[in-house]
């Protein structure tokens, strides 16, 4: 081989290898921007963040659905009648805690609602001049009138004719006595239980009916009443022994159904 040849062949090969350095390429080693891993760790902990709120909210409405811790309520009486109708007492008594109750005034007659239910406690200013007293059949339309507490009407003078409900059941000691001219009471069909001096006093009183549902009445229920001459009781009432029950004489005729 001649020396124009040989050189001819050498620069061949150094294109070559020019070329092939030309097309090599090294690619240098990604780093992770600072920027990335902050974006990173923004995710991560909003995540995290979400994930303890969402726990939080669990737990929350869970504690609102347990039951609330419910208040003694005072002491309370009963009576069981021999129908086996319970009756509560939710008269105050006297180792009870005072309570103040809601009052209700409609025509000049005061309601007190209790447990759901309302009771009769007396009149605006004593009702010294009121002649005709209608009591509710309920108070709001909700809270059924279920008794006349002790002494509610005693003493209403002028007071003339009672038109009592048949939701009222009880009818306490004393609540018309001394209503002097009392003469007509309408009775609640539903009455169960009388207490004792009710209409004592009532001296203008001449006619009364019970209901079948009451079954006991007091010595003293009719005590100075000296114008009761009709009485009608259901034949199972229990009255006191002897012939003057009530202590009114024979002018009073007591007649059973």
Known sequence: MDLFSRKKQNTAEEDVIKVDDANLSV???????????????FVLLFFAAVIALLFSDRESAVEDTETPTEVAAPAETHMVTDTGVVIPDYNQQPEQAQIEYPKV???????????????????????????????????????????ICE???????????????????????SAFENCERLEQVRMSEGLVTMGSRVFAGCSSLKSL??????????????EGAESLTSLRIPANCVIPDGADPFGLGDRLLIETY
């Open 27 to 41: 690619s240098p080693k990604k780093e992770r921007s600072p920027a990335r891993i902050f974006s990173l760790v």
């Open 151 to 173: 002494g509610a009407f005693r003493d209403c003078a002028k007071l003339q004719k009672v038109h009592i409900p048949d939701s009222v059941i009880i009818i306490r000691d």
């Open 105 to 147: 005034e409609k025509n000049s007659v005061v309601y007190e609602i209790r447990n759901n239910a309302a009771y009769v406690v007396g009149s605006v200013g004593g009702a010294k001049n009121m002649k005709y007293i209608t009591i509710e059949k309920s108070v709001r339309k909700q809270y059924p009138v279920v008794e």
């Open 209 to 222: 009916k019970f209901p079948a549902s009451v079954k006991e009445l007091s010595a003293d229920v009719f």
